[in-house]
């Protein structure tokens, strides 16, 4: 079946440092992918939407310029938290839309924790 | 109002019980229904994804939509211990975002 693989799984930080989230589908072409942060024991909460070949669209109160969105082919998204701070820890999960059948796939997801 | 509501739980039956999940939603305009489970540290697998109104049966898992009544549901026939986990409702307008219930955290007691 259709996968989608994220990478790290894990990633532990300094304060200040940045990190790249990378978000791949590996047997379907992704148009859109979105990206999700979960904190412990809340539902998924909507980042942006990440279109190839353009920019993200984010959600309101996420900041861009924090959390940067690059969706520069068709199976491949990566998210880069910048300047991570602790209040930055989460679980970040992305999703890929299959072009053909519109159905979406989760990530495994990758816990970022920023000391 | 949250366009989703889903409580979350945690919700404890004994292995073998048919188990009901539900949510109820507000927007009509969501015609695409998701059921995902999550087990603890790990990204929502999709179980049940069903169009418009009507029953989908897959296994263990029916899912049921009632879109006069905002209404969905997903039932578990003979539950397992390995059916422990957090299921979310997602639903969405068509491709694009999902708009997720909080979860229901379930726990199948041996």
């Known amino acids: 079946g259709a996968v989608v693989s994220q990478h790290p799984s894990r990633v532990i930080c300094k304060s200040g440092t940045s990190v790249k989230i990378e978000c791949r589908s590996l047997?379907?072409?992704?148009?859109?992918m979105f990206w999700y942060r979960q904190f412990p024991k809340q539902s998924l909460m909507l980042m942006a939407t990440s279109n190839e070949g353009s920019k993200a669209t984010y959600e309101q109160g996420v900041e861009k310029d924090k959390f940067l969105i690059n969706h520069a082919s068709l199976t491949l998204s990566t998210l880069t938290v910048t300047s991570a701070h602790p209040e930055d820890s989460s679980f970040y999960i992305c999703?890929?839309?299959?072009?053909?059948?519109?159905?979406?796939?989760f990530g495994e997801g990758s816990r970022l924790t920023v000391l | 109002q949250k366009e989703v509501e889903q409580d979350p739980g945690p919700l404890s039956v004994p292995e073998g019980a048919i188990v009901s999940l539900n949510c109820t939603y507000s927007n009509s305009a969501f015609q695409y229904f998701m059921w995902y489970r999550q087990y603890s540290r790990k990204g929502p697998e999709l179980l049940m994804y069903?169009?418009?109104?009507g029953n989908k049966e897959d296994g263990r898992f029916t899912a049921q939509v009632d879109k006069s009544s905002k209404y969905i549901s997903l039932f578990i026939r003979d539950s397992q211990p390995s059916d422990s986990a957090t299921y979310l409702c997602a639903m969405t307008k068509g491709n694009e975002k999902l708009t997720f219930g909080t979860g229901t955290r379930l726990t199948i007691i041996p």
């Open positions: 069903t169009y418009s109104s």
């Open positions: 999703s890929a839309s299959n072009t053909l059948t519109g159905e979406l796939f």
């Open positions: 047997d379907f072409q992704a148009t859109t």
